[in-house]
């Protein structure tokens, strides 16, 4: 900037005297040169000019500078407060001394001001320096809050700049009057970039920061292959056909889910392009990355069908309330539906926003006659029935004690072979077992040192506190520290493969949402 045009006429401009015409030049040239407001330039020259004038006359004066924008009259005025007892000879004057300055008015009145007019100032070598300082410091201020304004309603858009340079993987890109980063895990795997070659990222965040800004681009974001599409289908830019949801592995295949409002266009086939030209663009855009458009549909079935394409699925089974499914399909089909190092599923895990398992039939049946075995024992253990009842009991729904315990006699009663005082004997029973169960899981919380905090967090079960207890989290500070992830398990990168990280509440089938949850709840208490 040392070089710059502006810096290099107010160099002469503050060392030569102050010109009123070259003044306004300056002024002109520096907001067009920067692209700045023209009355930020004039304001930051009020400011040097001030600062020259405090150095001159004292900075313990009241001092204050205005440049005419019409004619570049510079005026330096002293500004004096109105007292009956002067105390700061500086900045303050008696009401009769306040009249010899400014004779015209006799309306003065004590606790008003008046300004009194300073002769021009020549400025010397510091003070042509100092005022010099202020004025690139305001300009600096102005253009990059200037670009930042520019580039914060890009934030969601693709972006197009030549690569400048490359440091520590990561890569600069020039946009023209600002500078984006791609870091190194939001570049295509395997893609070969060198400098001076022009890319495409998406704008994912522009963050304002004491330095300056910065603006975050990426290639490998779900967003940057959902762009494309906007760039490269007119009827998603008109909004024809909307984009639902976006799953990428970055540089190796993705999938992408639309809907048209308009039933006679079919959204796939105009998002493909004729022989494949729209889709390909993309696709050469992404280095050869595979794509999958789905159509969207409110049936969820069917969604999760196509999504898994090109397997064929027998049955689907939905748990709205923990957004987890079961998917069941033949043993030839397993590994289309898997893909290759479980990407397939994964994707459509992502599309979906639901956890998908996928079992083949007979995984579905063993699984099945396991719970129903499991259930049974576990009434037969507890409820002291034969097995005969605990299978009939099994079969017509109740999965578990608690069930039994919230029923009525009349519907137990319903199930053949079972009469009405069977059925209260069964309740009695369940409920003597429950609060049985809670005083031993309150006496083991209790020896494990589970505090109150935790137990009381609304949303927590006994056994999860048991299982909490036994790994050590038995503040609520400790478990307002965990992240969802340790709660219902996830995927860690260890030397570059994914390892399946198993989370503590696993077993509890608790979606992601409900952990967040938990967890936030946690949080809210602990941090408040």
Request: glycine fraction near 6%; include cysteine; proline fraction near 2%.
């Amino acid at each position: 900037m040392g070089t710059s045009p502006f810096f290099f006429r107010s160099n002469i401009m503050l060392n030569r005297g102050l010109d009123k015409l070259e003044l306004l030049r300056i002024v002109d040239a520096v907001a067009n040169e920067k692209s700045i407001d023209k009355e930020l330039v004039i304001g930051s020259m009020e400011s040097a000019i001030q600062k020259a004038a405090l150095t001159k006359f004292g900075n313990d004066n009241d001092i204050e500078v205005t440049i005419d924008r019409e004619s570049g009259e510079i005026k330096i005025q002293k500004v004096l407060s109105i007292v009956e007892l002067v105390e700061d000879p500086a900045r303050e004057i008696t009401l009769n001394d306040a009249k010899k300055i400014d004779n015209k008015s006799d309306n003065l009145k004590i606790g008003e001001k008046i300004f009194e007019e300073l002769p021009q100032i020549d400025f010397g070598r510091i003070a042509a320096q100092s005022a010099k300082q202020v004025i690139s410091s305001r300009v600096r201020e102005a253009e990059k809050d200037r670009q930042y304004q520019d580039f914060i309603d890009k934030q969601g858009q693709i972006l197009s700049g030549i690569i400048k340079r490359l440091e520590y993987g990561n890569i600069i890109i020039d946009l023209g009057k600002a500078e984006g980063v791609v870091k190194k895990d939001e570049l295509i795997p395997r893609e070969i970039l060198k400098a001076g070659d022009r890319i495409k990222a998406y704008c994912y965040e522009v963050k304002k920061e004491i330095k300056g800004h910065q603006i975050f681009l990426s290639r490998a974001h779900p967003q940057f292959l959902a762009r494309l599409f906007f760039q490269e289908v007119p009827e998603i830019y008109e909004g024809t056909i909307e984009i639902k949801s976006v799953a990428r592995d970055p540089g190796s295949r993705a999938k992408i889910c639309v809907y048209s409002q308009d039933a006679s266009i079919d959204p796939v086939g105009a998002c493909v392009g004729m022989r494949g030209s729209r889709v390909q663009t993309i696709v050469n855009e992404l280095h050869g990355e595979k794509i999958d458009i789905i159509k969207w549909t409110e049936d969820l079935p069917t969604l999760i069908s196509e999504s898994l394409s090109p397997a064929e699925i027998q049955k689907v089974l939905i748990d709205q309330e923990n957004k987890r499914i079961d998917v069941i399909l033949t043993e030839e089909n397993l590994s289309k539906a898997i893909g290759r190092r479980g990407q397939n599923v994964r994707l459509a895990s992502k599309l979906t926003n639901y956890e998908i398992d996928i079992l083949t039939d007979k995984e579905d049946s063993e699984r099945r006659q396991a719970e129903f075995k499991d259930r049974t024992e576990n009434l037969i253990k507890n409820l002291e029935v034969d097995e005969t009842l605990g299978q009939l009991l099994v079969s017509e729904g109740f999965q578990g004690i608690e069930d039994i315990a919230q029923s009525t006699p009349e519907n137990i009663s319903k199930i053949d072979a079972i009469d009405e005082d069977t059925a209260k004997e069964l309740i009695e029973r369940s409920k003597e077992n429950l609060i049985k169960e809670k005083e031993a899981v309150a006496e083991k919380l209790k020896e494990l040192g589970v505090e109150d905090g935790l137990i009381n967090l609304k949303g927590m079960t006994q056994g999860m506190l048991v299982i909490l207890g036994q790994k050590n989290i038995k503040k609520l500070s400790d478990f307002a520290d965990l992240s969802s992830d340790e709660l219902i398990g996830g995927f860690d990168e260890i030397k570059g493969k994914k390892i399946r990280i198993e989370g503590y509440l696993e077993e509890f089938s608790l979606s992601r949402k409900e952990a967040d949850d938990l967890i936030m709840a946690a949080r809210g208490i602990v941090y408040k």
